[in-house]
């Protein structure tokens, strides 16, 4: 579990996974002003008030944040996470590593696969579809 106080610091307690998947959080919280975290399986990623996101924990998402300090906007799930830039561009990493098109308002990421929402309130969704998660039903 992993919060963010009034003053921006976070706090993690517990391990992700239970207290036998040897991933200790806690321990590896950075240090600094943060806006906003999401939590995938294995990891946590932070954004940061100028924009720079941090991940720790362990899996593809650690290893491949992409660089830049324009993001407002954090989802993670899975092996993945996804941010916006203030233009509203999405970009994700980690087992979701590919360009997205479109401008979006809003990101939800799950196991393997992940949703925006755009300013005309259409969805889109790109990824796994082995239950037919990326298939959005038309409005």
Known sequence: MCGVATDGTLACWESLGGADSGLDLEAEVPEGSFTHL??????????????????????PVVTSVPAGSDFVYLAAGGDSACALDSAGAATCWGELNRAVEGTFVELDVGRGHACGLDSADAIECWGDNGSGQSRPPAR
């Open 38 to 59: 999401a939590v995938g399986d294995d990891h946590v990623c932070a954004l940061q008030g100028d924009g720079v996101v941090t991940c720790w924990g362990r899996g």
